[in-house]
Nanobody, 121 residues
Framework: QVQLQESGPGLVKASQTLSLTCTVS??????????WRWIRQPPGKGQEWIGD???????YYSSSLKSRVYIFRDTPKNQFTLQLYSVTPEDAAVYYC?????????????WGQGTQVTVSS
């Protein structure tokens, strides 16, 4: 069974950069056909897609966040990383990484457990 695990700081100061890494086990992020995805859920709100990196390394970003988002990968470590710049308190959320079966952001078959991110002002 594929396993994903998020890691990174749980507290970030406003205006700084949030960096989260997802470590994948029992699958390779470099194999075509899957999308390695970041999704977040702010408190009391629904899930929001942030962006993907596919097996070829191509990236896709939410239009609402793309000016502040960068996703990259480290294939030898089988990890992919989210960087979100200039965070504000509105970026506080539980952040999840997931494996997407298609380009539809809600078509995911494996998830990390999620990591809570708080933004201090």
């Amino acid at each position: 069974q594929v396993q994903l695990q998020e890691s990174g700081p749980g507290l970030v100061k406003a205006s700084q950069t949030l960096s989260l890494t997802c470590t994948v086990s029992r699958d390779s992020i470099a194999i075509p056909g899957y999308y390695w995805r970041w999704i977040r859920q702010p408190p009391g709100k629904g899930q929001e897609w942030i962006g993907d990196i596919d097996g070829s390394g191509k990236t896709y970003y939410s239009s609402s966040l793309k000016s502040r988002v960068y996703i990259f990968r480290d294939t030898p470590k089988n990890q992919f990383t989210l960087q979100l710049y200039s965070v504000t308190p509105e970026d506080a959320a539980v952040y999840y990484c997931a494996r997407g079966r298609s380009s539809s952001w809600n078509a995911n078959d494996y998830w990390g457990q999620g990591t809570q991110v708080t933004v201090s002002s």
